[in-house]
């Protein structure tokens, strides 16, 4: 990483990245320091209206400057992948606003008697162009030899059968 971004301080044990906000999301930031507080101690600061300053402060002793740079190769890999990931669901908020809804509205169960109250279970057929609502046995009726089978799926559009 560039020198004006980066420096390590051996002597003290601690690394520190200075980010640009725009490259880097507030929330990338978040997500890839999170995974350094199992073994850091991990400080957020705002350097600058457009930029942040991580620093790391292992929590066990680091013998070179090598782990240290090690870190920040960590770190920069990390923020790459929050940042990948934050623009994915911003990305795809909508799609997974909508299985999340029909996830919970399937998770509600059954119908009550009043839903049921107010469906209508008229026996009128309803247009089905396509043939979905027919059952497997009615669509594919096993005929009789010399029988040819009209079903839906075999009917043309005008209602005529077709010819093949």
Do not use: H
Request: charged share 30%; glycine share 8%.
């Amino acid at each position: 990483m560039p020198t004006d971004q980066v420096d390590a301080e051996f002597a003290a044990r601690s690394v520190g990245v200075t980010l640009d906000e725009s490259v880097y999301p507030l929330d990338a930031v978040y997500g890839a320091s999170y995974t350094f507080i199992d073994r850091c101690y991990v400080l957020l600061d705002r350097v600058s209206p457009t930029r942040i300053r991580i620093s790391l402060t292992p929590k066990k002793e680091v013998t070179s400057e090598d782990e240290l740079r090690a870190m920040v190769g960590e770190l920069s890999n990390e923020l790459l992948s929050c940042a990948w990931r934050s623009q994915i669901v911003r990305e795809n908020r909508a799609v997974i606003e909508a299985v999340t809804l029909q996830a919970i509205g399937g998770a509600m169960g059954p119908p009550s008697l009043d839903d049921l109250k107010d469906f209508d279970f008229s026996e009128e057929p309803f247009e089905d162009p396509l043939g979905i609502g027919l059952s497997w046995e009615e669509k594919y009726k096993k005929t009789k030899p010399g029988e040819t089978a009209t079903t839906e799926a075999s009917a043309a559009p005008g209602g005529e059968e077709s010819g093949t």
